[in-house]
């Protein structure tokens, strides 16, 4: 029999699981909003879990910003134009995205 419904995880077992998907990897706003929401936590669940998780500097979106224009620009050859179209699809804070596109214009080419 194909099991449809979700298992129902406490506010608790939620954050755990959120520190640790958050612990393997940098993580913006959205993608652990994302991910909670799957998870089947309400919203004032996430509001409390997300406040939580910043509160323990598990995410912070200048790093995140920093962390993917390195990897996408340095790692994949991005064009500086997709990376900014990337950061503003995920909702990231403008003023977070400008500096972090700005390490490229100030890093002398490989």
């Known amino acids: 029999m194909i099991r449809t419904t979700r298992p129902e995880y406490s506010t608790d077992e939620l954050r755990a699981k959120a520190e640790h998907y958050c612990a393997r990897a940098e993580r913006c706003p959205l993608q652990v909003r994302q991910k909670l929401y799957q998870w089947g936590a309400d919203e004032e669940q996430r509001q409390s879990i997300l406040a939580h998780l910043e509160e323990q500097n598990y995410i912070d979106t200048a790093r995140f910003c920093r962390a993917y224009v390195h990897d996408h620009y340095r790692i994949n050859r991005w064009p500086v134009e997709k990376?900014?179209?990337g950061l503003y699809q995920l909702r990231l804070p403008n003023d977070d995205i400008c500096a972090a596109l700005q390490?490229?214009?100030?890093?002398p080419e490989e």
Not at 103 to 107: C, D, M, V
Request: glycine share 0%.
């Open 83 to 85: 990376i900014r179209a």
């Open 103 to 107: 390490q490229i214009a100030e890093s």
